[in-house]
């Protein structure tokens, strides 16, 4: 009997399909590394929570995790770097300095209102 197959996974305009390792962004495929799909993969599957480098190295390379290693970070440069190249105005992957990343589609083309009011009246 053949296992259920994994629904794929929607981040705004991406879409991931982890049966089939296939990440589509505005429809077209990205070209992943096995390691990159992977992490993309688990980012997905906790969209909008941030993960920690740690639980990243674990669901994504299967052994300890060890504080120097900076596997997480380098494959997210590389993710982030396609994403971007697929869709200049969307933000998919945010840092959460000292915690770790989270993804969710956000504008960054600078049309939508920012998370914070700066603009002070008098």
């Not at 991406?14 to 990440?23: K, Q, T």
């Not at 429809?27 to 590394?33: D, E, N, Q, Y």
């Not at 299967?62 to 869709?87: G, I, M, N, Q």
């Amino acid at each position: 009997m053949e296992a259920a197959r994994e629904e794929p996974l929607r981040v705004g305009q991406l879409e991931i399909r982890p049966h089939d390792y296939i990440a589509l962004c505005d429809g077209r495929p990205l070209t992943l590394a096995p390691r990159e799909f992977a992490l993309l993969t688990e980012l997905a599957r906790r969209r909008g929570r941030i993960v920690t480098r740690e639980e990243l190295f674990d669901a994504v390379w299967h052994r300890p995790f060890r504080r120097e290693d900076r596997s997480v970070d380098v494959y997210v440069r590389k993710l982030r770097a396609k994403l971007e190249r697929v869709s200049p105005t969307c933000t998919f992957i945010h840092t959460h300095f000292g915690f770790g990343y989270r993804l969710e589609a956000e504008d960054s083309s600078g049309l939508s209102q920012p998370f914070h009011n700066t603009v002070t009246t008098a």
